[in-house]
């Protein structure tokens, strides 16, 4: 195979974990950064699986973490992380999510009218970035016309591109990107405290107003709380959908013959969706802290220890999937865990699921020929986390 380029390294990082699983097997102990890295699925599953040996609360057990470090229902552990989970399920039941079909497909309409007569398109930022943005804005009750500061904010709370920092020393670059990223929470903030003292004058039917009228044991949630769900939901919902959708052209961009066949069977898109989710996971990697002194793959793993386990890289492992590099569309059992597992399973997932699959569909419907433009250049999203493309310009003939 010829070698390949760090920007291809990013688009392509399964073959980077089949490496190092293969070098190191399932457990490596990265000591730069000071932390343990799992890599096989077994026990990928296993540390999310058992919440109360591995812990979410990094408030607790985090060395860098701040008093003013985001703290929501993902880095909380039980008995809180249940009563602040409960606040919000329901706006994602099938019941909930089945209201929101028709605008899901509006939308989608609405955004290929924009540039079907140009017979081109960016993938990104003409669909995958507005349609979850615009669904989430509209559940809370925000102005969707307010998408592009999303972006803004998103992008550097997951994104951080500090490439203008990169020069500087690394603790003073540390210290630069976390008041970088105060500022922008700090932007987000005010921006929601508005929004929250409007909705406590006047009421609506939205995601927020609801918020800031239950009640946990009779105790509403602070002001300090309803302004971390709604980071969450915004920052959760958005750039990890985006790239699911994005994910799907890139996995298409390398196998045609799929995308054909989705065309002629379109009562496939879920099953290839999940397939997405398996070969290019949008989260690549989930953090948790070792409650006690354990032993985890034959290694000691000390009290408050940090452990990430990779997603991406489970999603590849030849002991759980037969054939992990190939891309099948109709895979049975796909037990990804691109969602994670466990109590902290993803609470947006039947979401995400519903925009792509509606998103994919309407696309395939309306646009034929698709092909990603080569002559442009595919920038993968720089984060340790998270992982697609930042553009990903295509072509196509309009029916
Ligand atoms: C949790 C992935 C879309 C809201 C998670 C987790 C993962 C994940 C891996 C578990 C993190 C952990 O265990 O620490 C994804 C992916 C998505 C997606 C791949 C899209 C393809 C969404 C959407 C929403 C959302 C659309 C909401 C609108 C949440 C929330 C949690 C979560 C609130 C925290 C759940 C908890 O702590 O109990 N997501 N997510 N996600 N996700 Fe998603």
């Known amino acids: 195979m010829e070698p390949r380029s760090l920007q291809d ?98 939308i989608t309409h609405e955004l290929l009218d924009d540039v079907e007569a140009r017979g081109s398109m960016d993938v990104i930022y003409d669909l995958s970035f507005p349609l979850p943005v615009i669904v989430i804005a509209e559940l809370l009750g925000v102005p969707a016309k307010d998408r592009a500061r999303f972006k803004v904010w998103s992008d550097e709370l997951v994104m951080g591109e500090y490439s203008e920092l990169a020069s500087m020393e690394r603790e003073a670059y540390i210290r630069r990107v976390r008041e970088r990223f105060r500022e922008t929470r700090e932007a987000i903030n005010n921006y929601f405290r508005d929004v929250i003292a409007q909705r406590r004058r006047e009421p609506r039917q939205d995601l927020i107003s609801a918020l800031i009228s239950a009640q946990i044991d009779g105790d509403h949630l602070t002001e300090q709380e309803l302004l971390n769900f709604c980071l969450l939901l915004l920052v959760a919902g958005n750039i990890t959908t985006t790239n699911l959708i994005g994910n799907a052209f890139l996995c298409f961009d390398e196998h045609p013959e799929s995308m054909e066949r989705l065309r002629r069977n379109p009562e496939l898109i879920p099953s290839a969706l999940e397939e997405v989710l398996r070969y290019r996971s949008p989260v690549t990697a989930i953090g948790r802290f070792a409650v006690e002194d354990l032993v985890l793959c034959d290694q000691k793993i000390g009290k408050g220890d940090f452990i990430l386990g990779w997603v991406a890289s489970a999603n590849h492992d030849p002991a759980q999937f037969s054939d992990p590099g ?74």
């Open 326 to 399: 190939m891309f099948d569309i109709e895979r049975n059992p796909n037990r990804h865990v691109s969602f994670g597992h466990g109590i902290h399973f993803c609470l947006g997932a039947p979401l995400a699921r519903l925009e792509a699959k509606i998103a994919l569909g309407i696309m395939l419907e309306r646009l034929e020929d698709i092909r990603r433009d080569r002559a442009q250049p595919l920038p993968p999203v720089h984060s340790s986390f998270i992982y697609g493309a930042k553009s990903l310009p295509i072509t196509f003939a309009a029916h």
């Open 9 to 106: 390294q990013l688009l392509y990082p399964h073959e980077c974990f089949t490496i190092l699983r293969e070098a190191h097997g399932p457990i490596m102990y990265n000591s730069d950064g000071r932390f343990w890295e799992i890599f096989d699925y077994e026990d990928v599953h296993y540390i999310l699986t058992k919440h109360e040996l591995f812990s979410s609360d990094s408030a607790k057990y985090s060395r860098d973490f701040e008093d003013q470090d985001f703290q929501s229902m993902l880095n909380t552990d039980p008995p809180r992380h249940r009563q602040l989970r409960s606040l919000v399920t329901q706006a994602f039941t099938p019941r909930s999510l089945a209201q929101l079909i028709p605008r899901i497909a509006e």
